[in-house]
């Protein structure tokens, strides 16, 4: 079984910082693409960012030079490093990753509770 737990959210003033944090844990043989998505009341879960395992990132425009996304495979662990935090940012943050738990080639989706971002005007 696998967890992905996210943390760092939290109350933050517009033009702040915060950085999220995603480890995973269990019997994890790899994992491939590792992302961050968010949901804010009413609004459907959007794509803020994913990396892959050789580093390869992506990004939405609406946090294109705010975001950081980064990895530290040998952790399991992705970051959401967010600057110039606005109120529209304000949602429930999730990390996913694509995980590999046996010695077959076959990744699984999983997904973690959601952390809370509110940024205040």
């Known amino acids: 079984q696998v967890q992905l737990v996210e943390s760092g959210g939290g109350l933050v003033q517009a033009g702040g910082s915060l950085r999220l944090s995603c480890v995973a844990s269990?019997?994890?043989?790899?994992?491939?693409?590792m992302g961050w998505y968010r949901q804010a009341p009413g609004k459907q879960r959007e794509l803020v960012a994913t990396?892959?395992?050789?580093?390869?990132?992506n990004y939405a425009d609406s946090v294109k030079g705010r975001f950081t996304i980064s990895r530290d495979n040998a952790k399991n662990t992705a970051y959401l490093q967010m600057d110039s935090l606005k109120p529209e940012d304000t949602a429930v943050y999730y990390c996913?990753?694509?995980?590999?738990?046996?010695?077959?080639?076959?990744?699984?989706?999983?997904w973690g509770q959601g952390t809370q971002v509110t940024v205040s005007s």
């Open positions: 996913t990753g694509a995980v590999r738990t046996g010695w077959r080639n076959i990744y699984s989706d999983y």
């Open positions: 269990g019997v994890i043989f790899g994992i491939n693409t």
């Open positions: 990396i892959t395992s050789s580093g390869s990132k």
